[in-house]
């Protein structure tokens, strides 16, 4: 059995709580113990509560902890993930989690600190970078490759091919053509269809996905 520390206290870390949960029910027998929760403020007592888990401190109490226990990053937006990987700084491990439910194909490979989420599908010859998230629901396609940090909401599309830049973002429900890349910190706005390129540090959205006039 693992032991892993939590990094986050949102809705993000409850589905990674949750996610945990299911993979020791469906084990038979506990894969991960959570050792508690890394948050720079102190998280509800109602969370605390629902997961039955500590609050260890702040982000920076990881030195407290023991070499043994695993990190997982468990904040949905992607520059706020990579501002908390970047303060951990080397030296840990970190977890990929993945839900029983989730469907993953041959030759899908996943980085350290990636999760996929419940109902998610990743076809086959996938590649998710570190810290990369597939949220509940969502299908990636044949040949797609995520890099770090990348993020794919609740019921998005991935079609064949796809390039998802690093510390990229798709909304919920978007739906992504085959082959396109999505830049690196491109925002893919939710319901959004993205037909062609999506350049770096830009938000598309609509149908089809155009970049959002500031
Ligand atoms: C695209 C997005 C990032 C823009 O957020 P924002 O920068 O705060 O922009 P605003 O909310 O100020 O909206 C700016 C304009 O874009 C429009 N817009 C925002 N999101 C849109 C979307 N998904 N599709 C179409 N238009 C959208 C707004 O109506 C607004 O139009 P207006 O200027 O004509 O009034 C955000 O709306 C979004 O879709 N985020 C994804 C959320 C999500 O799926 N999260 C997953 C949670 S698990």
Redesign the pocket.
């Known amino acids: 059995m693992g032991r892993l520390a939590v990094v986050g206290a949102g809705g993000f870390a409850s589905e990674v709580l949750a996610l945990v949960e299911a993979s020791n029910a469906a084990a038979g027998s506990p894969v991960w113990q959570v050792v508690g929760v890394l948050a720079d403020w102190v998280p509800d007592d109602d969370f605390l509560d629902s997961w039955d888990v500590a609050h260890l401190g702040a982000t920076d109490a990881h030195t407290r902890l023991d070499a043994d226990v695993s990190l997982v990053v468990a904040v949905?937006d992607p520059d706020a993930r990579r501002a908390l990987v970047a303060r951990i700084g080397s030296g840990r491990d970190y977890a990929t989690l993945v839900h029983p439910s989730a469907a993953l194909g041959r030759h899908v490979r996943l980085g350290a600190g990636a999760v996929v989420c419940s109902h998610a599908s990743l076809t086959t010859h996938v590649v998710v970078g570190r810290h990369a998230q597939v949220?509940a629901g969502a299908v990636v396609g044949h040949d797609c490759v995520l890099d770090d940090l990348a993020t794919v909401?609740?019921g998005a599309i991935v079609s064949g091919g796809v390039h998802l830049e690093e510390a990229s973002f798709l909304?919920?429900g978007a739906v992504v053509n085959p082959r396109v890349t999505v830049g690196r910190g491109a925002?893919v706005?939710?319901?959004?269809v993205v037909v062609s390129d999506v350049a770096a540090g830009t938000?598309a959205?609509?149908v089809p996905a155009r970049p959002?006039a500031r």
């Open positions: 949905g949220h909401s609740p909304g919920a925002v706005g939710s319901g959004a938000t959205v609509g959002l």
